[in-house]
């Protein structure tokens, strides 16, 4: 572990693309062994923004907060958006499979769970920073959620 200090100094970016890769190339390369050896393959794996977002604050907090606090909202999915982002720019450069999967559950049993405008605003920039890389790559980008997604899947088609 490290103290938070140097994590604050630390920048951002390929700095902590840096950090990430440290740690996760060397999973990844022993996944790959191991599937390997089964005729597997690794399909890379990240947690949307949005879930994550929602996950770190609690449901409520956060849907108050996209009204009450909409910098705070931001700022959080910054720190979750980047993070997956990281995650898919190592996994692009490493992959078992040329696919990644995004989990975001944006929607419920009666359709999506935020308003249209909050998501094209605040998750579609975000998710573009975690599908960029993979796509670059020439692989695909699977986006996934729950629920009845209906007529907002060809507004969000990344």
């Not at 693309?17 to 990240?46: A, C, M, S």
């Not at 996209?66 to 995650?87: N, Q, R, W």
Request: charged letters at 25%.
């Amino acid at each position: 572990m490290r103290p938070v200090s140097l994590i604050k100094n630390k920048g951002g970016g390929d700095a902590i693309t840096n950090d990430v890769k440290e740690w996760y190339e060397p999973v990844i390369r022993h996944i790959k062994e191991v599937y390997d050896q089964y005729d597997l393959v690794f399909v890379g794996g990240v947690e949307g923004p949005v879930t994550d977002a929602y996950s770190y604050m609690d449901m409520e907090l956060f849907a108050m907060a996209i009204y009450d606090a909409p910098e705070l909202v931001s700022h959080v999915m910054d720190c979750t958006g980047k993070f997956s982002a990281y995650l898919s720019r190592v996994y692009a450069e490493n992959a078992s499979a040329p696919i990644l999967f995004m989990g975001e559950d944006i929607c419920g049993s009666s359709g999506p769970i935020f308003s249209p405008d909050f998501l094209r605003r605040q998750a579609l920039p975000r998710w573009r920073w975690i599908k960029d890389p993979v796509k670059k790559k020439g692989y695909k980008f699977l986006f996934h959620t729950d629920g009845r997604y209906g007529a907002a899947l060809r507004e969000y088609m990344l």
